[in-house]
């Protein structure tokens, strides 16, 4: 069998090295970029057209093929992180990606995070100055099984065309949004957080949701490729839950004064997601 090679080095390798394009083209008066297909699966542009603000909403639909699976935003011990890149010199800048919640994936001794199904990732876009004929993109995943294929692909849709979107475009990017995690609210949030003096256990409080229940996962997210969850403790009482994330190896020197962190909760059908920021 072959081996996994999804590992951190495949980050720092050109694109051109790690997959070749592949330009999915559009129809005319559709709001969505034909499939771009690779062996682990398949991906595509929804977009509608900007509004009078310059405001792009769009998305971009992952299916990973039977038994593969594709990441969240910080894949876990290895994978490749989701990249969306407008063209250089379009005009058009990406605001924000969001991350529907994602689940823990064990492959061997492995901890992973992402989806083994389906998935839809909300896009921002902003025109700055006059509005392009086309939303341009290069989007680039990671699907693995047993082995772990980046997969690069060129995505394009008419601007104009993309407003004559239907209700079957519409309700894709509503279910989108609806799969994100809540913003905090008073019977789901951090309570309280702390770092230890020597940066290796982040101490949280919380209220959660539901009176009983198992711990619920959480995914800390550090500096950029760092990812938290390995709990060394936990105690659940009632709505109250106190827990220690064991914290790993930092970045050399790294100063945790003024810096945030993000941090998702998923407790049992409710998933939370917000920022630490360290004074």
Known sequence: MLEKLCFAGLLRMPLGVLAATIL????????????????????????LAPDAHGHIRAALQIEPAPGWITYWRE??????PPQVSPAPNSGVTLAKMGFPVPK????????????????????DFRVEGKQPAKLELTAFIGLCK??????????????SAAGQSTPHEQALLDAADASLPQAPAPDFA????????????LSLSLTLPETSGDAPLIYVTGPTGY?????????????????????????????IKGKSWGILVIDDEHAMETMLAFE
Request: with cysteine.
């Open 75 to 80: 894949p876990g011990e290895s994978g490749i």
């Open 146 to 159: 047993d082995i772990c294929i980046p997969f690069q692909a060129e995505l394009s849709l008419p601007l």
């Open 190 to 201: 951090v309570e309280s957080h702390g770092l230890s003096a020597d940066s290796k256990t």
């Open 227 to 255: 990812v938290f969850f390995k709990q060394t403790s936990g105690k659940r009482d009632g709505k109250s839950f106190a827990t220690d994330i064991a914290i790993g190896k930092l970045p050399k020197n790294y100063d």
């Open 104 to 123: 823990p994936i064990t492959v061997g001794a492995i901890q992973e995070i992402g989806y083994d199904a389906p998935v839809t990732l909300p896009l």
């Open 24 to 47: 999915a083209s559009s129809p005319v008066h559709a709001a969505t970029s034909d499939w771009a297909d690779n062996p682990g699966g398949r991906m595509r542009l929804v977009a």
